[in-house]
T-cell receptor
Framework: GAVVSQHPSRVICKSGTSVKIECRSL??????MFWYRQFPKQSLMLMAT?????????EQGVEKDKFLINHASLTLSTLTVTSAHPEDSSFYIC????????????FGSGTQLSVL | GQQLNQSPQSMFIQEGEDVSMNCTSS?????WLWYKQDPGEGPVLLIA?????ELTSNGRLTAQFGTTRKDSFLNISASIPSDVGIYFC???????????FGPGTRLSVLP
């Protein structure tokens, strides 16, 4: 399967600081990438849809000024958690939509964010 | 909106046993994707289904695209400890770019 790389895998930061998470499709181009948040023992919660070269589409209840998404190239999307607070602590996962015809979605390995 | 339901929510089985789980929806899906997620990791694509009635295998895993297009099934034969994890079904949303995910089936394998 195709590879999606997500970094960092784990980050601990102080309250009030910003954290950037990168999501790269390594062996395919992805016009569309998705960002999810996952709470323990729960399913994936879609935060936003990221389209290359355009503004991200945020799901209802997700603060766009808090979670900045940039998709400047066909292989890279970034999520920046601005002015992080302890309630932002969570597991964040990105995915990239396969462009090869058949509908598929490939995921990064996730980022565990802990805000102190 | 479109929703996916998965059954069972969780299951405990003995090593060596076969496992069956399903995914259902009130609306039609044209693609069914099955994923496995290990703790602290992102979901990994196991099987993709694109045609009603399609039966596809990946090693000990077999998945089927239901003929009504409203359900899909995943079977695991001769379970082993590394099968432990959460299994999600998913499908592309009919009216948007995103994908719909089921709540997952949590599998535990007892030695």
């Amino acid at each position: 399967g195709a590879v999606v790389s997500q970094h960092p895998s784990r980050v601990i930061c102080k309250s009030g600081t910003s954290v950037k998470i990168e999501c790269r499709s390594l062996d395919f181009q992805a016009t569309t990438m998705f960002w999810y948040r996952q709470f323990p023992k729960q399913s994936l919660m879609l935060m936003a849809t990221s389209n290359e070269g355009s503004k991200a589409t945020y799901e209802q209840g997700v603060e766009k000024d808090k979670f900045l998404i940039n998709h400047a190239s066909l292989t890279l999307s970034t999520l920046t958690v601005t002015s992080a607070h302890p309630e932002d602590s969570s597991f964040y996962i990105c995915s990239a939509r396969w462009q090869g015809g058949a509908e598929k979605l490939f995921f990064g390995s996730g980022t565990q964010l802990s805000v102190l | 909106g479109q929703q996916l339901n998965q059954s069972p929510q969780s299951m405990f089985i003995q090593e060596g046993e076969d496992v069956s789980m399903n995914c259902t929806s009130s609306s039609i899906f044209n693609t069914w994707l099955w994923y496995k997620q290990d703790p602290g990791e992102g979901p990994v694509l196991l099987i993709a289904l694109y045609k009603a009635g399609e039966l596809t295998s990946n090693g000990r895993l077999t998945a089927q695209f239901g003929t009504t297009r409203k359900d899909s099934f995943l079977n695991i034969s001769a379970s082993i400890p590394s099968d432990v994890g959460i299994y999600f079904c998913a499908g592309p949303h009919n009216y948007g770019q995103n994908f719909v995910f089921g709540p997952g089936t949590r599998l535990s394998v007892l030695p």
